[in-house]
């Protein structure tokens, strides 16, 4: 359509010139002008979205932001399945497809808001206090917008607050004396494969540590921060049946996986989230970015390290900041194995196990990461000193520090990547290139830095029986995170003498996907999660303001709306319980009971649980004292809007589209007629 906005426009501005009065001219002149020119704004968009419809016409271009240059609307990759077949040893031309642009965001408009309020279509920069890592700050919506053509996300310091979820679905408001940002696009814009990349720009610089940023995928099963939603989700990447129970006996460690690919046990049925049998689901995550500056801090002293020291590993010697780059796992290996090879200690870049690569070659003299040097990651994890036996067999103890990364939690599959002072100064490309159950890989500035594929991830069994079958390369909908955070648990934090405030910043973020395998949406028929989110809504959402990010009714059972610091006063109390000790458990009984409209859960009073039946109920906002009461609303099967009277269970009005009462959808129609006589 804009190659023929243009035309139109320069043949109506030559014809009039020659043959009109100069009124007529110029108003032509003027038409045509407009015309090319509304041809040429937003041409790259356009091409760039007829580009992707015309070799995939069953896929949405929706996600394509007008603002991408012509020049970036297809990628060229390998696509063999493992290392060899990308570097063949005879030198022959590898496999290589163009892959087609299917998501961007230039951050091109100025001011823009991520807050759940905006409505932003792609993203949603969320209120919390991250509690997985302890993190000093908080994150507020407040902290993430747009500036100069990127994203920003600016630390600094300034008193404020964040509500955290605990694993049991209790909420609480945590104050930190620094505040953050994070932004995701959790439930809104999800690939399952393909290569994603941004161009980012490092907050503070190369010698003093502390900042801790980040750009990950995770499976839309789970939403980062909300710990009941992750727990037994989070990091699993595993369909066998049985096996994988290493660690789940140790203090702190992972739930058990939530749904397995054994047969449903008594009193669950995962068909009615439209999940099928024998598969197993998760929420793994695969890191692309986390930028760490070694710490400027004596660890043993607690004694700032002096500046100016020369660059490099040695004693005396301030080492390079580096890049973090992991495929984290569940469930755990069984102790006493390990991906890496115990036996690997002449390779310069670690005890690098079969199915993992590290290419050296643009790290040369000359290359395009010249200088740049990758290695293992050092991290004596919980599980690495059963490896001590197989490592003293072979007169390598030197690789304790690498041979098993990870905790209680997670297996890390992890390596990092030197940075320099650029890293801090301009924008530079980090991408992941992923294939479902066959390879992840990792790009710095366009060029492969790591690869696993899935010989990696094989089954393997120690020498007391333990078994964990084969963990999967992600087969799940992933999302895009990007946040800046700061913790002791990543690297020692030299508050002292990091400058506030500081900024992370994001050029772009752009997703591309084999024309033959696009695969977006945060639910896909092999694996979906909108029912499961949708039917556990009060765990997913615990505000008025997100209910929006689920937008879809529970079909096939009763669940409820949950809202943290909030109470339903007055009304008809059908019952209390006490020692309830969720809200979750509390919103089910409303939810199970149809004369149930809004349930009140309270941590304050024996963990009581009060139900009330509908009608004659007031939303009150808590005191700070109480902020830790949650209540809800009871929703019916199919049905967004709360039970109005007793003897509910109906799931909206006949005739009404699945999920959407009559009163919704006669809404909607009011919404889009005032949207029309606006137009007009």
Same mark, same amino acid.
């Given at each position: 359509?804009?190659?023929?906005?243009?035309?139109?426009?320069?043949? /109506?501005?030559?014809?009039?010139?020659?043959?009109?009065?100069? &009124?007529?001219?110029?108003?032509?002149?003027?038409?045509?002008?407009?015309?090319?020119?509304?041809?040429?704004?937003?041409?790259?968009?356009?091409?760039?979205?007829?580009?992707?419809?015309?070799?995939?016409?069953?896929?949405?271009?929706?996600? /394509?932001?007008?603002?991408?240059?012509?020049? @970036?609307?297809?990628?060229?990759?390998?696509?063999?399945?493992?290392?060899?077949?990308?570097?063949?040893?005879?030198?022959?031309?590898?496999?290589?497809?163009?892959?087609?642009?299917?998501?961007? @965001?230039?951050?091109? !408009?100025?001011?823009?808001?991520?807050?759940?309020?905006? +409505?932003?279509?792609?993203?949603?920069?969320?209120?919390?206090?991250?509690?997985?890592?302890?993190?000093?700050?908080?994150?507020?919506?407040?902290?993430?917008?747009?500036?100069?053509?990127?994203?920003?996300?600016?630390? !600094?310091?300034?008193?404020?607050?964040?509500?955290?979820?605990?694993?049991?679905?209790?909420?609480?408001?945590?104050?930190?004396?620094?505040?953050?940002?994070?932004?995701?696009?959790?439930?809104?814009?999800?690939?399952?494969?393909?290569?994603?990349?941004?161009?980012?720009?490092?907050?503070?610089?190369?010698?003093?540590? +502390?900042?801790?940023?980040?750009?990950?995928?995770?499976?839309?099963?789970?939403?980062?921060?909300?710990?009941?939603?992750?727990?037994?989700?989070?990091?699993?990447?595993?369909?066998?049946?049985?096996?994988?129970?290493?660690?789940? @006996?140790?203090?702190?460690?992972?739930?058990?996986?939530? /749904?397995?690919?054994?047969?449903?046990?008594?009193?669950?049925?995962?068909?009615?989230?439209?999940?099928?049998?024998?598969?197993?689901?998760?929420?793994?995550? /695969?890191?692309?970015?986390?930028?760490?500056?070694?710490?400027?801090?004596?660890?043993?002293?607690?004694?700032?390290?002096?500046?100016?020291?020369?660059?490099?590993?040695?004693?005396?010697?301030?080492?390079?900041?580096?890049?973090?780059?992991?495929? =984290?796992?569940?469930?755990?290996?069984?102790?006493?194995?390990?991906?890496?090879?115990? &036996?690997?200690?002449?390779?310069?870049?670690?005890?690098?196990?079969?199915?993992?690569?590290?290419?050296?070659?643009?790290?040369?003299?000359?290359?395009?990461?010249?200088?740049?040097?990758?290695?293992?990651?050092?991290?004596?994890?919980?599980?690495?000193?059963?490896?001590?036996?197989?490592?003293?067999?072979?007169?390598?103890?030197?690789?304790? @520090?690498?041979?098993?990364?990870?905790?209680?939690? =997670?297996?890390?599959?992890?390596?990092?990547?030197?940075?320099?002072?650029?890293?801090?100064?301009?924008?530079?490309?980090?991408?992941?290139?992923?294939?479902?159950?066959?390879?992840?890989?990792?790009?710095?500035?366009?060029?492969?830095?790591?690869?696993?594929?899935?010989?990696?991830?094989?089954?393997?069994?120690?020498?007391?029986?333990?078994?964990?079958?084969?963990?999967?390369?992600?087969?799940?909908?992933?999302?895009?995170?990007?946040?800046?955070?700061?913790?002791?648990?990543? &690297?020692?934090?030299?508050?002292?003498?990091?400058?506030?405030?500081?900024?992370?910043?994001?050029?772009?973020?752009?997703?591309?996907?084999?024309?033959?395998?696009?695969?977006?949406?945060?639910?896909?028929?092999?694996?979906?999660?909108?029912?499961?989110?949708?039917?556990?809504?009060?765990?997913?959402?615990?505000? !008025?303001?997100?209910?929006?990010?689920?937008?879809?009714? *529970?079909?096939? #059972?009763?669940?409820?709306?949950? !809202?943290?610091?909030?109470?339903?006063?007055?009304?008809?109390?059908?019952?209390?319980?006490?020692?309830?000790?969720?809200?979750?458990?509390?919103?089910?009984? *409303?939810?199970?009971?149809?004369?149930?409209?809004?349930?009140?859960?309270?941590?304050?009073?024996?963990?009581?649980?009060?139900?009330?039946?509908?009608?004659? #109920?007031?939303?009150?906002?808590?005191?700070?004292?109480?902020?830790?009461?949650?209540?809800?609303?009871?929703?019916?099967?199919?049905?967004?809007?709360?039970?109005?009277?007793?003897?509910?269970?109906?799931?909206?009005?006949?005739?009404?589209?699945?999920?959407?009462?009559?009163?919704?959808?006669?809404?909607?129609?009011?919404?889009?007629?005032?949207?029309?006589?606006?137009?007009?």
């Amino acid at each position: 359509m804009r190659p023929a906005l243009l035309h139109v426009g320069l043949l /109506i501005a030559s014809v009039f010139w020659r043959y009109q009065t100069n &009124t007529m001219r110029a108003r032509a002149l003027l038409l045509g002008l407009a015309l090319a020119a509304l041809a040429a704004h937003g041409a790259s968009a356009a091409s760039c979205a007829e580009q992707l419809q015309a070799v995939a016409p069953d896929a949405t271009a929706d996600f /394509i932001d007008p603002a991408t240059a012509d020049g @970036d609307c297809v990628l060229t990759l390998c696509e063999g399945n493992n290392y060899d077949d990308c570097h063949p040893s005879d030198g022959s031309t590898p496999p290589l497809r163009n892959y087609q642009l299917v998501f961007s @965001d230039e951050f091109a !408009e100025d001011g823009r808001s991520m807050a759940v309020e905006a +409505g932003d279509t792609r993203w949603t920069a969320e209120r919390m206090w991250y509690a997985g890592t302890e993190d000093m700050e908080v994150y507020t919506p407040d902290q993430v917008t747009t500036a100069g053509g990127a994203a920003v996300i600016t630390m !600094e310091k300034g008193q404020d607050w964040g509500p955290v979820q605990r694993d049991n679905g209790t909420v609480w408001n945590v104050t930190k004396d620094y505040k953050s940002g994070f932004f995701s696009s959790w439930n809104k814009f999800c690939f399952t494969g393909g290569y994603v990349e941004a161009a980012l720009w490092f907050p503070g610089d190369d010698y003093i540590s +502390g900042f801790w940023p980040a750009f990950w995928l995770m499976g839309n099963l789970g939403r980062p921060g909300y710990l009941a939603t992750t727990g037994g989700f989070w990091p699993y990447t595993y369909t066998g049946c049985g096996g994988g129970d290493s660690g789940l @006996d140790q203090p702190g460690a992972n739930k058990p996986q939530r /749904i397995t690919a054994c047969p449903d046990p008594a009193g669950f049925d995962r068909t009615l989230y439209g999940m099928q049998p024998g598969v197993g689901r998760g929420a793994p995550e /695969i890191d692309m970015v986390e930028m760490k500056v070694p710490p400027s801090i004596d660890e043993q002293t607690g004694e700032p390290i002096p500046l100016g020291l020369p660059r490099g590993g040695g004693p005396g010697q301030r080492p390079w900041p580096f890049n973090s780059m992991t495929l =984290q796992l569940a469930p755990l290996l069984p102790n006493a194995t390990t991906w890496m090879d115990p &036996t690997n200690a002449d390779t310069p870049q670690g005890p690098l196990g079969e199915g993992m690569y590290l290419p050296q070659d643009a790290m040369q003299t000359g290359g395009v990461l010249q200088g740049m040097w990758t290695h293992a990651t050092y991290w004596r994890g919980d599980f690495a000193d059963g490896m001590i036996p197989e490592l003293k067999k072979y007169g390598n103890m030197d690789l304790l @520090d690498n041979i098993r990364p990870g905790n209680v939690v =997670q297996d890390s599959v992890s390596v990092m990547a030197t940075l320099n002072s650029s890293h801090f100064s301009s924008y530079h490309k980090f991408g992941l290139d992923w294939k479902p159950q066959q390879y992840v890989r990792w790009y710095i500035d366009g060029q492969l830095v790591y690869e696993i594929d899935a010989v990696a991830l094989r089954a393997q069994t120690n020498s007391t029986g333990h078994t964990t079958f084969e963990r999967l390369i992600p087969v799940e909908a992933m999302f895009i995170i990007l946040n800046f955070a700061m913790s002791d648990s990543f &690297t020692k934090v030299d508050i002292d003498r990091l400058q506030f405030p500081a900024e992370y910043k994001i050029d772009y973020v752009r997703v591309y996907q084999d024309p033959e395998a696009i695969n977006l949406g945060c639910s896909p028929p092999d694996y979906p999660t909108a029912q499961w989110i949708a039917c556990n809504r009060d765990v997913y959402v615990n505000t !008025e303001a997100d209910q929006v990010l689920v937008p879809d009714a *529970c079909e096939k #059972l009763p669940t409820c709306k949950a !809202e943290w610091g909030y109470e339903y006063q007055g009304g008809t109390q059908l019952g209390s319980m006490t020692n309830v000790t969720s809200p979750f458990d509390c919103c089910q009984a *409303c939810a199970q009971d149809s004369d149930c409209g809004a349930w009140v859960w309270n941590p304050y009073y024996n963990l009581a649980c009060v139900l009330k039946a509908p009608g004659g #109920l007031v939303r009150a906002k808590m005191g700070s004292q109480y902020e830790g009461i949650i209540s809800g609303l009871a929703l019916d099967p199919g049905s967004l809007e709360p039970r109005t009277s007793g003897g509910g269970g109906g799931g909206g009005t006949s005739g009404a589209p699945p999920g959407r009462s009559v009163r919704s959808t006669l809404g909607w129609l009011a919404l889009c007629v005032a949207a029309l006589a606006a137009l007009l």
